[in-house]
């Protein structure tokens, strides 16, 4: 059973950075995509970005210019870059990869954005 596991967030002020980090538990084959979603206290589970095998990414409109999606190796499958942090970016943030025919789930990581 393949687990993901995310990492880097934390307690941020306003206008501060964090660099998310999504990882398997072993190397994963034939990537497809990487995505990222947020779920803030009361709110429905929401998209953040997503991020192609052909290197195409995409954003949310309230995030575009303010993060960035990128990939790492099979392994360490990839990375949320967050810089401009606002308090409604606030939220448990997940990664979701599809991989080897496969969706996989990690079990989030707190992005508290405040003063």
């Known amino acids: 059973q393949v687990q993901l596991v995310e990492s880097g967030g934390g307690l941020v002020q306003p206008g501060g950075s964090l660099r998310l980090s999504c990882a398997a538990s072993r190397s994963l084959s034939n990537f497809n995509a990487m995505i990222w979603y947020r779920q803030a206290p009361g709110n429905q589970r929401e998209y953040v970005a997503r991020?192609?095998?052909?290197?195409?990414?995409n954003y949310a409109d309230s995030v575009k210019g303010r993060f960035t999606i990128s990939r790492g190796d099979t392994k360490n499958l990839g990375y949320l870059q967050m810089n401009n942090l606002r308090a409604e970016d606030t939220a448990v943030y997940y990664c979701?990869?599809?991989?080897?025919?496969?969706?996989?789930w990690g079990q989030g990581t707190q992005v508290t954005v405040s003063s």
């Open positions: 979701n990869v599809i991989a080897e025919f496969s969706n996989y």
């Open positions: 991020i192609h095998s052909s290197g195409d990414t």
